[in-house]
């Protein structure tokens, strides 16, 4: 059964709500480099990280995902080159979630910081247990046991059929973070044009 969740910043300025739709998330830990580079750049990381420099994500569709107040709080950087777009909020210096630069693609990857639970049984009760934890390699002291070093390359055919639904659907969109292909706010870029 889908679950609506509230969605609020550290702050309380930006609010919104993420519809949790099962068969239709995943529910991730990334131990890479530039999510950790990422809660660096927002001077966060003790907020933002857990004790290994993970962050925990829900990767579903755009168009469940609604933010309802403080839009004019949101920012976007781009780390790389040819990198995702990474939104965070500028009140309290918290990610919010990542998507591709392209509008089309239906994925958002959503802090789940964010999420407000009540309890962490409500918590596992919605989201279940993470289903991937990637990029142990970067992981800050020992690799955690239950992480890939990299990419589990089982993973790739669930995220392949995660798009194509996602595209057959129209699910990129309303996204929160664009209006039509446009971005809806400016975007730092962190590499030399
Ligand atoms: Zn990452
Ligand atoms: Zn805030």
């Avoid at 070093?149 to 790739?156: D, Y």
């Amino acid at each position: 059964m889908s679950k609506i969740v509230e969605l609020g910043c550290l702050c309380g300025s930006v609010k919104g709500n993420i519809n949790v739709v099962p068969k239709s998330f995943f529910h991730v830990h990334c131990l890479c480099c530039d999510c950790q580079r990422f809660a660096e750049h927002l001077n966060n990381s003790d907020k933002i990280l857990d004790d290994h420099g993970g962050s925990e994500l829900l990767q579903t569709y755009p168009s469940y995902v609604e933010i309802t107040e403080g839009r004019d709080k949101i920012r976007g950087v781009q780390l790389e080159r040819k990198g995702i777009y990474r939104w965070h909020t500028a009140c309290c210096n918290m990610p919010l979630a990542n998507t591709m630069t392209n509008s089309n693609i239906p994925f958002v990857g959503l802090s789940v910081k964010l999420m407000k639970f009540s309890n962490d049984k409500e918590k596992t009760e919605i989201l279940g247990p993470v289903t991937m934890k990637a990029f142990g390699k970067y992981s800050i002291g020992d690799i955690p046991k239950d992480a890939h070093p990299r990419f589990p390359i089982s993973f790739m055919p669930k995220i392949l059929g995660f798009m194509l639904k996602g595209l057959l659907r129209g699910m990129s969109r309303p996204s929160p973070f664009f209006n039509g292909k446009e971005p809806i706010a400016s975007i730092d870029y962190l590499f030399k044009k």
